[in-house]
């Protein structure tokens, strides 16, 4: 018999699960359960309120119905039939009034019906019950509109063996672990608010200094390869946005408009229109190209509130933003520079877990429904294939994910569970050097289309310190960490000798807190290695007779050395970013 695929199995489980609940809640309302990476999830209008403590029943149930070897038998009939069967579930009934013909299928496995276009295992004997396990309830509107009544969506994962399922829990644990909405609140590094509002975090003291770490280091290398910096207003006319196109296919995302002085502005999603009228501001000539202009620009988005998440889904946030204008023969050497910045950055932040991703155009695509001439297009992604060839790059191409204005190379960083996300990206763009109508002076004297590179190598700073969270656990490189020493006394004989230490410590740059609190010695040891303090410099008589400290390195005791050795050990490390 051929094995079913595990997305067969993980959409067959969701009407299982569906299946469970209606026998244990009668009255239940049903909403849509498809299938989804590593498993599955179900919405619903329960009766009564349910909470995570119910989810071994209905899993106990669900494991009762597949021993059953229960078979999924496909049925189709019009709609005005299958809506009978449907006549107390208005959720189902709206889905069946919105489909475009006048038929609908549906399956039925034992007493459960469910209107659904398959595919589905032929019977539950197919489905390994060690295999899958209900994990979480959330919230969710209907069809993910907030103007639409909220639903408990029950989500499981589900593979092929038991082994596969143990493998993924164990993930998920050390996932939860590395949660950055857990450690980012532990180590105080930013906080939300209600009262600022949803979705818009708050930097503290300690987050923000690893902030600013971050955007000296950026800057420092940004002007090593010929950036100038600008900073654009938060808010801007809605003729900008009219022009940039972000008015027509983007008002949904952007925030209300306010009327100032009898003119509309609106809140910037976007730094690009700004950093062009810079641009737009003076006659350019080929011979001023490239132009670099990098900027630090916060700018606002609307998210649902259901999608907000930490730092890593919020509706204000800064980008690490890079415009380069160059000509089409500079296109390749730029991209190499840019991918070249890019391979430093990482290497200095430690990164190794990622991948690159090429977005190319579809050329199936009725019409090219994308922005500029297809020559144009050509030549990019061809420019863009050449550029990473040279430099060795090892990347995949996908086909159609591309952005509509132009090609991308983005970079995809893999979690814990070995989800991609993109953090970093490179883009051309040939939509707004057309709406903007943007020149430059070439060497024949007649104006030429610049070429534009989008360019965030850090992304935005909140998601991408969200993953920085999550990547290290809270245990950040010692250049990058808010808090590198705490200096512990033994006794409170020994602080003058620890004052002493904190003034060299200050001397040499370094962020240092001495912590002579009225605590037990192993209480602010403990402290510290909670806050993830990379050294404790434990300080008593025989370290103040002898010029030294006694230093722990994340929980592991170095033995007693000279306060210079130790200072030198800590610019080595620093200065190569170990």
């Known amino acids: 018999m051929k094995k079913a695929k595990i997305e067969t199995i993980r959409h067959s489980l969701s009407h299982i699960m569906a299946h469970a609940v209606q026998d244990l809640f009668p009255k239940i309302k049903f909403g849509m359960g498809p299938a989804i990476e590593n ?34 038998k496909k049925r189709k009939l019009e709609k005005k039939e299958i809506t009978k069967l449907f006549r107390n579930q208005p959720y189902k009934k709206e889905l069946i009034k919105d489909l475009p013909k006048n038929t ?3 399956y039925e496995s034992g ?12 019977s539950t004997k197919e489905i390994d019950l060690t295999a899958f396990k209900l994990t979480r309830t959330a919230g969710a509107y209907w069809k993910g509109s907030e103007k639409n009544p ?19 829990l164990s993930k998920l644990e050390e996932a939860k672990k590395r949660d950055h909405r857990l450690i980012g609140k532990q180590l105080e590094l930013y906080a939300i608010y209600p009262e600022i509002g949803a ?16 955007e000296d280091y950026m800057i420092k290398l940004e002007r090593k390869y010929g950036y100038e910096h600008i900073l654009t207003p938060h808010i801007g006319k809605d003729t900008l946005f009219k022009t940039s196109g972000h008015l027509d296919f983007y008002k949904e995302s952007m925030y209300s408009p306010v009327e100032i002085d009898k ?30 202009m990098g900027e630090f620009g916060t700018v606002y988005r609307y998210e649902k509130s259901g999608e907000l998440s930490g730092l890593s889904r919020v509706r204000g946030f800064t980008q690490n933003d890079a415009h380069i204008f160059c000509t089409p023969e500079q296109l390749m050497t730029q991209f190499i520079e840019v991918f070249k910045m890019l391979k430093i950055f990482y290497r200095d932040l430690g990164f190794t877990n990622y991948k690159f991703r090429l977005g190319l155009g579809d050329p199936k695509k009725e019409k090219f429904k994308y922005c500029g001439s297809k020559k144009d297009w050509n030549h990019a992604e061809e420019t863009i294939k050449k550029a990473l060839e040279k430099t060795g790059a090892d990347y995949y191409e996908a086909v159609g994910e591309a ?31 057309e709406k903007f109508d943007m020149n430059y002076v070439g060497p024949n004297g007649k104006k030429q289309r610049p070429y534009v590179i989008h360019r965030a190598l850090i992304g935005s700073f909140e998601r991408f310190f969200a993953f920085l969270i999550e990547y290290y656990k809270g245990n950040f490189p010692l250049w990058l960490t808010p808090e590198q020493v705490w200096i512990i006394p033994i006794s409170p004989k020994n602080k003058k000798y620890c004052k002493e230490i904190y003034q060299k410590l200050l001397e040499n740059n370094f962020r240092v807190k001495i912590k002579d609190e009225s605590e037990s010695l192993s209480k ?43 200072i030198k050990r800590l610019t080595i490390e620093i200065e190569k970013k170990k």
């Open 39 to 72: 498993g599955f999830y179900y919405d619903f209008e329960f009766p009564q309120n349910i909470s995570i403590s119910d989810l071994p029943r209905i899993e106990k149930r669900m494991k009762h119905i597949i021993k059953r070897n229960i078979s999924f």
């Open 403 to 433: 952005a509509f204005y132009g090609p991308k190379l983005d970079v995809q960083a893999i979690d814990t569970l070995g989800r991609e996300e993109s953090i970093s990206t490179i883009q051309i763009d040939f939509n707004l050097p």
């Open 524 to 566: 602010k040891i403990r402290t510290g290695q909670l806050q993830k303090i990379p050294y404790l410099l434990i300080v008593g008589d025989k370290e103040m007779k002898t010029k030294s400290v006694s230093p722990r390195f994340r929980g592991k005791d170095l033995g007693q050395i000279k306060l210079t050795a130790f």
């Open 111 to 122: 007493n459960f019906i469910d209107l659904c276009k398959g595919p589905h295992v032929k």
């Open 150 to 168: 909220m639903l408990t969506r029950i989500y499981g994962v589900a593979f092929k063996t038991k082994k596969e399922l143990t493998d993924y």
């Open 263 to 292: 003119e509309t502005y609106y809140l910037k999603p976007m730094n690009c229109p700004m950093a062009i009228i810079v641009y737009k501001g003076n006659l350019h000539s080929y011979r001023e190209l490239p132009i670099k």
């Open 104 to 106: 609908a299928s549906f």
């Open 199 to 214: 979705g818009l975090p708050v930097w503290l003291p300690k987050g923000y200094r690893m902030r600013r770490i971050l």
